[in-house]
């Protein structure tokens, strides 16, 4: 076998101009698919995290009604006893060591209004410290402080600029409570903040907890309780073992296609409307065009080793008089094209992975493209550096050489030596 590995590799330097157009093309192919496979990650990746940071968590605990009617933000929906739930689950010690925090929330549309004028709007409540990580909109505040106490509220620049308030104003809101009555409270504007996407900045806001259960009238109990772990893959495992222990703790739990009053629905985030359908297509788009393009790169190895087979026709049948049989003329040229299909995917993995690393660091900034989009997602995007993905396209690509290499291969293996002999004297 070595000796098809020197003879494969002195066969490669004979004419170097064609050798290196040909790790020419597929190292480009594996770049563009390394680079292309880390920065889609990147966008799936912020499409997944605000989904989730903003809707459903990783994890969400609600009752059955709630999720039959969730679009709505249905307030008679309730889960009664949620201090109750989060201890049951914090007991869970394999779920304790996924867990990065547990989100009670209640989410409710309103209007807001500062006397004259009125705007569309909806509200997250949640615990401050614990939304300080989780929607993080602490960080986008550009005027004023995020929330510290009670009767306070934050909500988007272009909301206020359209209702004419700022830092320090009062703002009304109007809206149904949990016992179907019309409840309007004033709140202090803390707060100012600017996400870059259209559909927060106009028209959301976010108050604490302990104002909405009072001011909705919920009796301390809240529509949701979301939980967001370090893997966020792994949700589907851990709501399954959320789900058994709290069974057994006495909890009702619903199951598929119970409708009782007061049972609790656990589902994973891949469960929860149709974003997640939306990001596996994706998913399955991008992989075939990775493959499509590794393909065409490597697509110019078949046709110099056609060429090659031409050319080197009497060289072959030398070759097989002298007793070359036919596996191994088969290896011989298979091993050139595998060499060239190594250190092209090689060296196109690397510049892949450099590219990767310096966007996951700069990223690309989309704002002008995405500022108008509705659709839950930061206007900077970042790749992502994932070492096995690049492995793997590296893997991909020398698969991909030795394919495109077999039939020129198979075909100089089947030359009959003094045919060949005969073909070019």
Request: proline content about 3%.
């Amino acid at each position: 076998m070595n000796w098809i590995i020197d003879l494969a590799l002195r066969n490669i330097k004979r004419n170097r101009r064609r050798t290196v157009l040909a790790v020419i093309s597929i190292a480009l192919a594996v770049a563009l698919t390394t680079f292309l496979n880390g920065f889609t990650s990147g966008v799936l990746q912020n499409m997944v995290k605000n989904i989730t940071k903003n809707e459903s968590g990783h994890i969400r605990i609600a009752s059955s009604g709630f999720v039959k009617r969730s679009r709505f933000m249905p307030m008679d929906e309730l889960v009664s006893n949620p201090e109750a739930v989060i201890q049951a689950i914090r007991s869970i010690p394999e779920a304790e060591k996924e867990i990065v925090a547990i989100a009670p929330r209640i989410v409710f549309g309103t209007l807001l209004s500062n006397g004259p004028n009125t705007v569309p709007a909806y509200g997250i409540a949640g615990d401050s410290g614990t939304e300080a990580g989780v929607l993080n909109m602490n960080r986008s505040i550009v005027k004023g402080r995020y929330l510290e106490k009670k009767g306070e509220i934050i909500l988007g620049e272009k909301a206020a600029s359209s209702l004419g308030l700022t830092v320090g104003d009062s703002i009304r809101i109007v809206t149904q409570g949990a016992d179907y009555s019309l409840r309007l409270r004033r709140f202090t504007i803390v707060g100012l903040f600017s996400t870059g996407l259209v559909q927060m900045d106009k028209g959301f806001f976010q108050i604490p907890l302990e104002d909405a259960t009072e001011f909705l009238r919920t009796g301390g109990a809240v529509q949701q309780i979301l939980i967001f772990l370090k893997d966020y893959t792994r949700a589907g495992k851990v709501s399954a073992q959320i789900k058994q222990s709290l069974a057994k703790a006495g909890i009702p739990i619903a199951v598929s296609g119970s409708d009782a009053d007061g049972e609790l629905s656990i589902q994973s985030w891949t469960e929860i409307g149709e974003y997640p359908r939306l990001i596996k297509l994706m998913e399955a788009i991008y992989f075939w065009i990775e493959l499509v393009i590794t393909f065409l790169g490597a697509f110019i190895i078949s046709n110099i080793m056609m060429m090659v087979v031409l050319e080197r026709k009497r060289e072959i049948g030398i070759l097989k008089a002298l007793g070359l049989n036919r596996r191994e003329t088969l290896r011989l040229f298979l091993a050139e094209g595998a060499l060239m299909g190594l250190i092209g995917s090689g060296s196109g993995a690397l510049v892949g992975l450099l590219l990767c690393w310096v966007f996951s660091v700069y990223g690309i900034d989309f704002s002008s493209a995405v500022g108008s989009l509705t659709f839950p997602i930061d206007p900077v995007f970042y790749s992502v550096v994932n070492p096995l993905n690049v492995a793997a396209l590296f893997i991909m690509g020398l698969f991909v050489s030795l394919v495109v290499s077999y039939l020129p291969s198979r075909r100089a293996a089947r030359l009959d030596p003094v045919e060949a002999i005969k073909a070019v004297a």
